[in-house]
């Protein structure tokens, strides 16, 4: 006989997970190849035959020089004029808009301008508060100045000079001169200051201007050449640079990517409806990113509430550690992405279906099965063909083989079921969802009929999941006597969230009195690694797609469904084991969305609507 016996129901689903059936074949908002966007999206340009590295029209040209500067002309006056087609030396004005609002606050910078253009030798300066271009122009300019209302100390130390830096718009004032000359700083409470300056090489300025130069610093060390960034971590480090600061002047909810489409090569056009992750996105995608978007979308938020440009995540991995799985092949409506690529698996919540395992039968069930089970097979019961007629010796015989066999009816209950529970080596796979907590032996007997300690705690697949040390399987396996060898070891086994968590076990109490929209426990039974997991949701998801991986697991999103837009919905993020990939289908494009809150979605989706 086959050492492995099949028990329980017949396999399904060719030994896979159950499939998600979903797929979302809309038009994108913007989709990262053009030929797949309406007409209209590529503003008449052909999606066929361009070359890669072409600016297309859907992108902002980088200027070579300002449309307008203020020269200083022969008599001491300064007139705006066109220089568009001129290359002329000018000095940059850097200033925060809400220092200088009166009339006489703005010619005290016209003056400093001036000043500072006849000290370098130039008799030109740039001055404005146009944003868009700002970051080729202040590539383009010979010096920097930077005007404060002051007052500031010999050493540049003032509140003011830090209000400068924690503007938005100036951060990349200062990352992207490239002039030689050193940063003039004009103070405007010192005496004669339109002509009182203070000169500091930027590398120093950073130090004075920015609270976060731990961080910052990395920035100016990358642009200065001395340290190189990755685009993951230049974009990384600059959009948390840049959610630290406040935007003066901010016109749009995208203003944040449109201040970081400076820093890079390609450039989206402005659109005023961009929300701020319509716009960060649009320029992930039109730049070499290393696939920031797909990373971003397995972030598991430390809060659920947590704005995405945070960046943070539960387990504290940062977003080079993720490796993605998906690819972002377009932009949908209302803050969404659409995928392509990423295996799923349909979450059952109306029932338990029975699960087909696959157990080793050892000697032990290999003896009962033979003379219990297997009626072709001898067992213990003696023939009764050709025995002479029963004496006392044969009575006395029989009544053990009686009494025997009564032993063994009233064990058979027992016996049977350990010639068919046999040790779970292969189970078909099945997602299991339960709203709340159950302990394990219940969830066996629920699914399986029995309690084997089949099921066991996942290590670390979600917030909630703990583990310590496998002392009782250390002991049976590997014969250990001494604690020193048991420490060696190492090996690891999950445990009762609930019952080892005091907080954990408080969240579950509350989650019983749980309102809709509050925060709600689930408990999720993978029936392929045997294992139950504990996280919370808002929502109970429908689905498990897998859309990256890292430390050795992958990174599924739990999501729910949105009938009325079709839109799925990250509820929570897990860690599962590397094996269930290859045991879930490939999905077909999704439609997905990172916040948590419907409503944020539908309310941009109805204003699409209305201008259609």
Known sequence: ASPFVPVAATPSNFGRYEPFLYEDWRYPREARNKAENKAENNDGEPAIGRRSWDTASLLRKRITSPKYLCV???????????????????????????????????????????????????????????????????????????????????????????????????????????????????????????????????????????????????????????LYLTPLELQTMALYCLEERWASGETHDGDLAYIMMGLMRRRPNVVAEDSKFAAFARLSMANDSNLLLERLICLSPTKPDDDWWLLGDTWGVKLWDIYPKTQVCGLGDGDTVILDGARGATIRWDKFVPVRTLGQETMRHMILRTNLGDPDRPSFAPSTGGVPSPGDGFKAVGGVFIGLSGVIVLLLPYLLRLIYCLPTHHSQPFFFGIEGYMELYQLELLIFGSYEGRLTWSLASSPFSRHALDRRGM???????????????????GVDPVKSDRETGRLVQNAKDSTFGDQRIFTLVDTYTMTVTIFEAQRPPIAAIICGAEGGMQRALLCSEDWATGTLYREAVLRMETRVWDKMDTLARIRASHLLEQETVLEELLKVDSRE
């Open 72 to 226: 200083i002309q022969p008599n001491g006056s300064v007139k705006v004029s066109n220089v568009e087609e001129k290359i002329q030396e000018y000095v940059f004005i850097s200033f925060c808009g809400e220092h200088f609002d009166t009339k006489e606050e703005k010619d005290w910078l016209n003056a400093v301008g001036v000043h500072a253009a006849r000290t370098l030798g130039i008799n030109a300066y740039w001055i404005s508060k146009s944003f868009w271009n700002m970051s080729d122009i202040v590539r383009l300019a010979r010096a920097v100045v930077i005007a404060v209302p002051g007052p500031l100390d010999q050493d540049l130390n003032g509140d003011t000079l830090r209000e400068w830096g924690e503007r938005a718009w100036t951060m990349p004032e200062l990352l992207l001169y490239e002039g030689k000359e050193d940063i003039l700083i004009y103070d405007k409470s010192k005496e004669k200051s339109s002509k009182n300056y203070t000169r500091s090489p930027r590398r120093e300025m950073w130090h004075k201007a920015w609270s976060d130069h731990q961080f910052s610093g990395q920035l100016i060390d990358h642009y200065e050449g001395s």
């Open 475 to 493: 002991r049976t396996d590997f014969k250990l006597t001494n604690e020193k060898s048991m420490q060696e070891q190492n090996f690891l086994t």
